[in-house]
């Protein structure tokens, strides 16, 4: 069971990037999938998250507007489409996954993000 996320590099601010996180050795079909980040001395924090079945998605409030959050079961794989980048979205960006039943990312951070399976991150680094 795994997860990648891929996807991460170095942009200059205004500019989009596309992460994926592709699963081997189980599929994402039933499972809520979420993009997390954390920076170097900041706490993690949940950036979005889609439902099993694509429905429900919520976003953090900094990157409402700016990034989309997608999903292909067919290709067991999620998208975080990241556009007018800033230089404070600069961290290292994971996927989990978790089943059983929607929450939001306020929900999933009073209960400490208790994802079922975390992938490796990706770097994204924003300069200004």
């Known amino acids: 069971v795994q997860l990648q996320a891929s996807g991460g590099g170095l942009v200059q601010a205004g500019g989009s990037l596309r992460l994926s996180c592709a699963a081997s050795g189980f599929t994402l079909d039933y499972y809520n999938i979420g993009w997390f980040r954390q920076a170097p001395e900041k706490e993690r924090e949940g950036v979005s998250l889609?439902?099993?079945?694509?429905?429900?998605?919520d976003y953090a409030d900094s990157v409402k507007g700016r990034f989309t959050i997608s999903r292909n079961n067919a290709k067991n794989t999620v998208y975080l489409q990241m556009n007018s980048l800033k230089p404070e979205d600069t961290a290292v960006y994971y996927c989990a996954a978790r089943s059983g039943p929607w929450t939001t990312i306020a929900t999933m951070m009073s209960r400490g993000y208790d994802m079922h399976y975390w992938g490796k991150g990706t770097q994204v680094t924003v300069s200004s």
């Open positions: 889609i439902s099993s079945s694509g429905g429900s998605i």
